[in-house]
Nanobody
Framework: QVHLVESGGGSVQAGGSLRLSCAAS????????MGWYRQAPGKQRELVAR???????NYADSVKGRFTISRDSPKNTVYLQMISLKPEDTAVYYC?????????WGQGTQVTVSS
């Protein structure tokens, strides 16, 4: 199993920045992939960014050039640096770990961007 604890959400004005953190309960190199998803009210949960154990990354088109996913292996933590935030980025952001064929989720952290 993988237990995930997120932090770093909050409220910012458009154009601002936030950094989300996701601490995993096991070494992140043992996890096939970790990522960030988000869900806005009335919408489906969508992939924002993902990083594999090998270090490959992919991003949703809507966040390319603005969001960066990274990891700190000694801390077993994955980050999502978000800049140039837009009101449409407002959502609950969830950390995800894909491990041995199972998806694990954090509790979610709210990001609110005001115009």
């Amino acid at each position: 199993q993988v237990h995930l604890v997120e932090s770093g959400g909050g409220s910012v004005q458009a154009g601002g920045s936030l950094r989300l953190s996701c601490a995993a309960s096991r070494t992140i190199f043992s996890i096939n992939a970790m990522g960030w998803y988000r869900q806005a009210p009335g919408k489906q949960r969508e992939l924002v960014a993902r990083i594999t154990s090998g270090g490959s990354t992919n991003y949703a088109d809507s966040v390319k050039g603005r969001f960066t996913i990274s990891r700190d292996s000694p801390k077993n933590t994955v980050y999502l640096q978000m800049i140039s935030l837009k009101p449409e980025d407002t959502a609950v952001y969830y950390c995800n770990a894909y491990y041995t064929g199972v998806n694990y989720w954090g509790q979610g952290t709210q990001v609110t961007v005001s115009s």
